[in-house]
């Protein structure tokens, strides 16, 4: 069974407007990370923010913010204020457990930023 | 500066041939991580490795091969027995488990 699902189909936002993506995770784990990356053109993958499952607040970092909803086990990225370059892909990742980093990565969602 | 540095960035090799790809880094991390990328997915875990002298297989470890003999550096070989080679490969590291930092990739293309 897929432990992370990305559904959405590419995405064009307007530029300075906020966009969310979506995620959702399967696990049986009470303890687990979710993370964001994104990954430009370019390959590489960029950290984005990161929300552990105890933690009591939603993660925030600049213009990212993670919407968790523990319940539904769902793990949204907003971007506010889109820029140029947040053209990319994003993936949303779990790691189950406290014992290593190895994530598990959904397939990514396509924004596209227009002027 | 700190980083992960990966090399080569683009690869070609002929079929039948075992290629190795470098992965070096000067963060002091003590873990370090091998993802595949196939156009249009996520990444899949190759092999992983927590400390020097040990090294765990990940979901698709069959047709890769690993070593890590120094704590900066986990050298990933694919070898003739990997059946489908061509892809981006993703070497990562870490020593907190809130983040996990990659390389810039390398692209491997058989012939």
């Known amino acids: 069974a897929q432990k992370i699902t990305q559904t959405q189909p590419g995405m064009f936002v307007q530029e300075k407007e906020a966009v969310t993506l979506d995620c959702t995770y399967d696990t049986s784990d009470p303890s687990y990370g979710l993370f964001w990356y994104k990954q430009p053109s370019s390959g590489e993958m960029i950290f984005l923010i990161y929300q552990g499952s105890y933690d009591q607040q939603n993660a925030t970092e600049g213009r990212y913010s993670l919407n968790f909803q523990k319940a539904r086990k769902s793990a949204n990225l907003v971007i506010s204020a889109s820029q140029l370059g947040d053209s990319a892909m994003y993936f949303c990742?779990?790691?189950?457990?406290?014992?290593?980093?190895?994530?598990?990565f959904g397939k990514g969602n396509q924004v596209v930023v227009i002027p | 500066d700190g980083g992960i540095t990966q090399s080569p960035k683009y690869l070609f090799r002929k079929e039948g041939q075992n290629v190795t790809l470098s992965c070096e880094q000067n963060?002091?991390?003590?873990?370090m991580y091998w993802y595949r990328q196939d156009p249009g997915q996520g990444l899949r875990l190759i092999y992983y490795s927590q400390i020097v002298n040990d090294f765990q297989k990940g979901d698709i470890a069959e047709g890769y091969s690993v070593s890590r003999e120094k704590k900066e550096s986990f050298p990933l070989t694919v070898t003739s027995a990997q059946k489908n080679p061509t892809a981006f490969y993703l070497c990562?590291?870490?020593?907190?488990?809130?983040?996990?930092?990659f390389g810039e990739g390398s692209r491997l293309t058989v012939l």
């Open positions: 990562a590291s870490s020593t907190d488990l809130r983040e996990l930092f």
């Open positions: 990742a779990m790691r189950e457990g406290y014992g290593n980093n190895r994530l598990a």
């Open positions: 963060l002091n991390h003590d873990a």
